[in-house]
């Protein structure tokens, strides 16, 4: 079950409403073909993301390093292995993780695939900046 994007407002007053938004239960209706972010948190003027992320068995996140963002992950479905720099962690439905920012993670499906939930802080828009300018607008050469 899905809630589609809409107004997340109380029509009488438009204070924020609580809405449920999707049902974990019901990803195997959605076939193997739905791979990838199959759900993402949309609520417009939200102070996170949140995604609902399916790999298919075997399939793998390439390891990577968030230099911004913690991120809490949780396995909805399936299982698999995280990989970080400590070496492999196994993961199973219900598996909480915290991948702190800075930390080198990938992720590799298990034979059911997997399914979990991400969720951290929202990540601002992308800006368009001048090349050779780096994250707060500073010039990236020495000396300009």
């Not at 994007?5 to 959605?30: C, H, K, M, Q, Y």
């Not at 970080?84 to 219900?94: A, N, Q, V």
């Not at 080198?104 to 979990?116: D, E, F, I, N, P």
Request: proline share 8%; charged share 20%; with cysteine.
């Amino acid at each position: 079950m899905t809630v589609a994007d809409g107004d997340f407002s109380n029509p009488v007053d438009g204070a924020p409403v609580p809405r449920i938004l999707f049902d974990t239960g019901t990803l195997e209706e959605l076939g193997p073909a739905s791979t990838g972010a199959v759900w993402r948190l949309s609520a417009p003027g939200r102070q996170l993301d949140a995604n609902i992320v399916r790999i298919p068995a075997g399939q793998r996140v390439e390891t990577h390093t968030e230099p911004d963002l913690d991120v809490l992950l949780l396995v909805v479905a399936g299982d698999g292995t995280l990989v970080t720099s400590d070496g492999p962690c196994l993961l199973s439905e219900g598996s909480l993780t915290w991948l702190p920012h800075g930390s080198t993670r990938g992720l590799v499906a298990g034979k059911g695939g997997l399914s979990y939930l991400t969720v951290h802080r929202r990540r601002p828009g992308m800006r368009i900046q001048p090349a050779g300018t780096g994250r707060n607008g500073e010039s990236g050469r020495a000396g300009a």
